[in-house]
């Protein structure tokens, strides 16, 4: 067990829809991650947080956004849904920064029909 | 920009094998570079990381990386394969500069008995 909770764990939609994952890092971390993983396009980066601002950004969709509120833990908004985006998204967290170890979530399994 | 390449999506080994995974790096700065394993419907895990203190690394369940800055690699590697390593393998690397992670496509690792 890494310490880090995602909910929900499974999740059907239909297009057009909207989802919000939600992460609670583990304990004491402050920054926040966000990746997608799918069949075709491996693991990918999305966006990163550290104490409820954004820190760096990777292959989000403008239709994709996230925030981190006070008590640390983050969701993930997905809107707009398409079939292509259905995959793993993880959540990940880390005590702040660069080259620290990530410790990962569960995931959620998102399945857009 | 950093970059990952992870040689060889699959690679199949005898138990009791030489486990050699191929990770390359791009970076015009020392990077950190970590190997991750994830096991079927499991987040990812930290197995190694490499963070300038020494250039071979031991990591967990017998793994070692060695980081050659001439040759920009980190290979991944394990003197005798066991069937429970079969998992997918991750290479990735920490940019000082954006906070980004960049994460190698995976390379899937089957141990045959």
């Known amino acids: 067990d890494s310490g880090v909770t995602q909910t929900p764990k499974h999740l059907i939609t239909a297009t057009g829809q909207r989802v919000t994952l939600r992460c609670s890092p583990r304990s004491g971390d402050l920054s926040v991650y966000w990746y997608q993983q799918s069949l075709d396009q491996g693991l990918q980066f999305l966006i990163q947080y550290y104490n409820g601002e954004e820190r760096a950004k990777g292959n989000i969709l403008e239709r994709f956004s996230a925030q981190q509120f006070p008590d640390l833990h983050s969701e993930l908004n997905l809107s707009s849904l398409e079939l292509g985006d259905s995959a793993l998204y993880f959540c990940?967290?880390?005590?702040?920064?660069?080259?620290?170890?990530?410790?990962f979530g569960p995931g959620t399994r998102l399945l857009v029909l | 920009a950093q970059s990952v390449t992870q040689l060889g999506s699959h690679v199949s080994v005898s138990e009791g094998a030489l486990v050699l995974l191929r990770c390359n790096y791009s970076?015009?700065?020392?990077?950190?570079l970590f190997w991750y394993v994830q096991y079927p419907n499991q987040g990812l895990q930290l197995l190694l990381k490499y963070t300038s203190a020494a250039t071979l690394v031991k990591g967990i369940n017998g793994f070692e990386a060695e980081f050659k800055k001439s040759e920009t690699s980190f290979h991944l590697t394990k003197p005798s394969a066991h069937m429970s390593d079969a998992a997918e393998y991750f290479c990735a690397v920490s940019d000082p500069g954006t906070y980004k992670y960049i994460f190698g496509t995976g390379t899937r690792l089957k141990v045959l008995a």
């Open positions: 990940a967290s880390s005590a702040s920064g660069v080259g620290e170890t990530q410790y």
């Open positions: 970076s015009s700065v020392p990077p950190y």
